[in-house]
């Protein structure tokens, strides 16, 4: 069975749960770029709660694609979205263990987001050990059966019946109790090999 994801920045649990569910999972790359989404912003918990890292993007007049939407390079986000996962997750129990295979995603300048966001998608699908049929799309998909576009957002999600926010171990969980569905790199630097028994 099929899906249809948006791109995302270290997307949440629930989006890489649909990638590790589905047997087939199609990206979209022709819809439209939409502010307050995942597509360019991911969720991290801190010790004073989440916080968001969002990407600058450069704008242009009118509605722009997915796949055009390119990367600004504006206020050095790269280096202080590193210090923040850095700051957020240096103690948490497997930082040290994936940090050669995160860092490089902010040594590198890269052009657009998409094509940004699908080397995430690919670099954490083999961290989790996990082995979805990942399609890129060739033409916007109007209509699918499983389709998570609007569903999995940061700001007015719709309903989700298939989403199951699993508890497992958080740095911060003693002082701030367990976050649900944050970003996969929460899950991963948390509980490692085992992030996959989460999805």
Same mark, same amino acid.
């Given at each position: 069975?099929?899906?249809? #994801? ?63 939407? &390119? ?6 986000? &790269? ?28 040594? &590198? ?12 998608? #690919? ?19 109007? #209509?699918c059966a499983n389709d ?11 309903p989700d019946d298939g ?24 899950? #991963? ?11």
């Amino acid at each position: 069975m099929d899906c249809i #994801l948006s791109s995302t920045y270290f997307g949440p649990i629930q989006w890489y749960q649909k990638l590790n569910r589905y047997k087939v999972c199609l990206i979209e790359q022709h819809d439209s770029f939409i502010k307050q989404t995942f597509r360019n912003r991911c969720i991290i918990a801190t010790t004073h709660g989440t916080q968001a890292l969002s990407i600058p993007i450069e704008h242009s007049n009118g509605s722009q694609q997915m796949r055009d939407i &390119r990367i600004s390079d504006h206020g050095n986000w &790269r280096h202080l979205h590193w210090y923040a996962l850095q700051s957020a997750y240096g103690d948490s129990p497997f930082f040290d263990y994936y940090v050669d295979d995160i860092r490089p995603f902010f040594e &590198r300048k890269w052009d657009f987001l998409f094509d940004f966001n699908l080397a995430i998608t #690919l670099t954490m699908c083999q961290l989790l050990d996990i082995r979805p049929e990942i399609r890129v799309t060739e033409t916007y998909e109007h #209509l699918c059966a499983n389709d998570f576009r609007e569903v999995i957002r940061p700001k007015h999600p719709l309903p989700d019946d298939g989403f199951e926010s699993r508890p497992y171990y958080q740095v911060y969980q003693q002082k701030q109790g367990f976050i649900p569905n944050l970003s996969i790199l929460d899950l #991963l630097f948390n509980m490692g090999n085992e992030s996959i028994f989460f999805l």
